[in-house]
């Protein structure tokens, strides 16, 4: 319910107001006899589509994050952990000095270098990280950290060698919903469900990897198996985030810990949870980026990170009071 009023609210505020009455007799009967053409262009062309957007992309963020942290078994750890987002930094960075012009599914040059950048990233780490007896979540994480460091100091190479770049270049890494259409939703939704139906398809060997390697598998867990499955998915959904928005962080760890409030550490019910609250903040996020500095607006990854260090810290400490981040 919070979801759909947000998303109302999202509808009516901007740098044209509309009234709430006129939305939602469009909404209802489509013909929005009290809109203007103009209102009506903006609602369906920009904000609708926005709205649209922010939810997938929210949602995605949430239940990567749930894959992610129960994957390391950390609750720390959040969709870019294993290289995700610096994979896309490197492909958005490749793609806007090179000049990269392409459009796949309504996706443009940037967004589907993103996307490749991502899920290449991700594979790497993987292949990395399982070298051993099972590629041990801990092995993947290390991986993840190693190869994200190398590829955060390529993307400052190409942008000190391409200074011409670097506006353009900052303003993708610090994420925007902004200048997303139908054919962006479009694209972003197939992945989105598909990342989502990976997961959920999951939900009961969650349950079962939770309690440690040994029992599960006792329980018929195999774990290189399930590994390759979580990776895919989680980056799947984060790929797809990354691709429509650019980098926005915190969402991926904050939402799995307040749907972990709300409904308990069963999957079946986390990993939809996790989506609705990562739609939730997302939404909240970028309503306070387009009213902040109202005409302006401010990049959305900078709105979430304002919003969730404080809630990362916290979460860090409590966890230093319990026992160490290694419990």
């Not at 000049?99 to 996307?115: P, Y």
């Not at 991986?143 to 993307?155: K, P, Q, T």
């Not at 984060?238 to 926005?248: P, R, Y």
Request: aromatic letters at 6%.
């Amino acid at each position: 319910m919070l979801l759909l009023v947000l998303a109302l609210v999202s509808l009516i505020v901007g740098p044209i107001p509309i009234r709430l009455a006129s939305v939602v007799q469009w909404l209802i009967g489509g013909d929005g006899v009290s809109l203007t053409s103009t209102e009506q262009a903006i609602l369906w062309e920009l904000r609708l589509p926005r709205i649209v957007t922010a939810c997938f992309v929210g949602g995605s963020l949430g239940i990567s994050g749930v894959g992610f942290q129960a994957l390391f078994r950390n609750p720390l750890a959040d969709p870019y952990v294993i290289g995700a987002s610096s994979g896309a930094a490197l492909g958005v960075t490749l793609a806007l000095v090179t000049g990269f012009q392409v459009s796949v599914m309504g996706l443009g040059g940037t967004a589907l270098a993103a996307l490749l950048g991502s899920i290449l990233a991700v594979i790497v780490v993987f292949a990395i990280g399982s070298v051993g007896r099972d590629g041990s979540s801990l092995s993947l994480l290390l991986a993840g950290v190693a190869l994200s460091s190398m590829i955060n100091a390529l993307v400052s190479l190409m942008m000190y060698l391409h200074e011409e770049k670097v506006v353009v270049i900052l303003a993708w890494l610090m994420g925007s919903l902004a200048d997303n259409d139908w054919n962006v939703v479009f694209a972003t939704a197939i992945a989105s469900f598909a990342g989502f139906s990976i997961l959920f398809s999951l939900s009961r060997a969650l349950d079962a990897f939770s309690l440690g390697d040994v029992a599960s598998q006792s329980l018929g867990l195999d774990l290189v198996r399930f590994r390759i499955l979580m990776v895919t998915g989680s980056s799947l959904a984060t790929a797809a985030a990354v691709a429509a928005a650019g980098i926005i962080g915190f969402i991926g760890l904050i939402a799995p810990h307040i749907a972990r409030a709300l409904v308990g550490p069963r999957h079946r019910f986390l990993i939809p949870m996790s989506a609705v609250v990562g739609a939730t903040l997302l939404l909240i996020a970028d309503g306070l980026a387009r009213t902040i500095v109202a005409p302006a607006e401010l990049p959305v990854g900078i709105v979430t990170a304002i919003l969730g260090c404080p809630f990362f810290l916290f979460l860090l400490k409590t966890r230093a009071k319990v026992g160490g981040l290694a419990s």
